[in-house]
């Protein structure tokens, strides 16, 4: 008899024990609040860590991939280039930096009526062709960057065909001060005139420099206008613009 009820009281400790199991099982114990938090803070120190990672291998890539320059005067560095522009341009030889023969930028330029400038360069058969335009377009075209771009696709074309194995740089417009602003309405289309600059050089493989990192906006870096940079701008335009080429 007694044996008979030790194996019943078994019987229900074990029923028991697995009736626990499955209701520990579905309900698992839930952590602290404190613990939450502790995991919280974790995982989001984790994504910093990961994200100041990334972006400091970002600006060793960018780094990497503009060449260092060479030793030499700019004269001898750009012997094997041209340079195609308006007047921001122009200043490289007014200011004495560079030879008329390298420097071909008029005063006026734009996208649509830089031929003469192609045609001349296309004579000379340079290596590496830096283009700065755009800055008289935004009024010419009233701001419309579809007409822009078009024109100067149009012109970038002209000069493959007549130099194929030249390579191309793009300069973004530079930004100008509250004064070179308000010197015409079209002139705040600038940014979004870079956007589609730097959409066109990627849709068509040849290099777009971003002059925003080397200009100052002090207004006493620029000229009354609010729009030229002042000399010592110029030097650092050119050795920036080498780097690219790595001439």
Known sequence: MKIRIL?????VICILLVALFFMFRSNPIK????VVEGLAFLEQEEKKNVASAQEKVTKAQSALATPIPREGSYPERYAHAVIIGDSIAEACHEYGLLPKSIDLAVRGRRTDNSYDEVNTAIMLAPEHIFLCLGMNDLVFVAGNEKVFIKQYEDLIHAIQQGIPNAKIYVNSILPMTDVGYQETPYNKYDRKFNVE???????????YIDND???DHDPAKFEQDGIHPTYPFYSVWL???AGYAGI
């Open 213 to 215: 990192v080397i200009i």
């Open 239 to 241: 050795e920036y613009m």
């Open 197 to 207: 600059i730097k959409k066109m050089c990627e849709k068509m493989g040849i290099t």
């Open 31 to 34: 952590p602290s609040k404190d």
């Open 7 to 11: 194996k019943i009281e078994i019987v």
